[in-house]
């Protein structure tokens, strides 16, 4: 993603999608068309609205695409931009049943489409690009990569790191199965030359977080990295806010993401605001 990524929007007539576009909008994204089905001909803050991505694409050049279709009808939206040959999909829509979004991803992977998210704040290159909901004002061009599995999070620290600047923030989302895990994303910002250091913000749940540590031990990601991890204090074998945020048979605590972090000799954060602390030291 870059200033020239050319984008459009799925959903672009609803409340979500209208409101958001503007603020894309007015960021710099390049939006180029939007997409509601019978709604075609019209216009959505000066873009061009199309029936079908199909139509769209007919008219426009556009690699990327975003999602603010209710959860009942976001993996169509999804498998038609696929089919369409859109090479990047971020997926704003959360309670997207899990069967659902893991056919979706595999559909896509196997025709070399990246999705980001479900339940994804989305992705912005700070005074670039912005596709996805983020507030601009917390982020400013630098060279720390943030990858995130928590919305709120991510603004947090992003304020903290501030001074150092950011080179790409990427919410990866919260829901059990995503389209770009945390680990694959950490993997990115390891062969992004524009990344000179990493920030990992982790929930409890899921394995990724223990895997970007083997990653670290293993020698495949040799720049700095900081985490952060929420749940320190939840409750385990209960669902949390986030439907990716749960514990089972020991797996994904806590515990065993510190305790990963811990061997691979990467520093772990109190809170939010000492990541910045810790990146000073590694810088």
Do not use: C, W
């Amino acid at each position: 993603m870059n200033r020239n990524t050319r984008v459009i929007v799925q959903g672009i007539t609803g409340r979500e999608g209208s409101f958001h576009t503007k603020l894309m909008l007015d960021y710099g994204t390049r939006i180029v068309a939007g997409v509601t089905p019978g709604k075609g001909g019209t216009y959505v803050h000066g873009v061009p609205v199309y029936d079908t991505v199909e139509d769209a694409l007919r008219e426009h050049e556009a690699e990327a695409s975003i999602v603010f279709v209710p959860a009942q009808r976001a993996p169509d939206a999804v498998y038609e931009a696929v089919d369409a040959g859109i090479k990047l999909v971020v997926v704003v829509t959360e309670h997207i049943p899990i069967v659902d979004s893991a056919r979706m991803i595999k559909y896509a992977k196997a025709r070399g489409v990246r999705i980001v998210g479900p339940n994804s704040p989305g992705i912005i290159v700070p005074e670039e690009t912005l596709i996805g909901i983020m507030p601009v004002r917390s982020f400013r061009k630098g060279r720390v990569g943030i990858a995130s599995r928590s919305g709120t999070l991510t603004y947090e620290v992003a304020e903290a790191v501030k001074e150092l600047g950011h080179s790409t923030v990427i919410g990866v989302g919260g829901d059990p199965i995503v389209g770009t895990p945390l680990d694959e994303a950490a993997l990115m910002f390891e062969n992004d030359p524009e990344t000179e250091a990493i920030v990992i913000i982790g929930e409890i749940g899921g394995t990724s977080e223990e895997r970007i540590a083997e990653y670290v031990l293993s020698g495949k990601i040799k720049k700095p990295v900081v985490a952060y991890i929420a749940g320190r204090t939840a409750p385990k074998e209960r669902r949390m806010g986030h439907a990716g945020a749960v514990v089972y048979m020991g797996q994904g605590t806590f515990e065993s993401k510190m305790n990963s972090f811990r061997r691979a000799n990467v520093p772990v954060a109190e809170t939010p605001y000492q990541v910045a602390e810790l990146l000073r030291q590694l810088l």
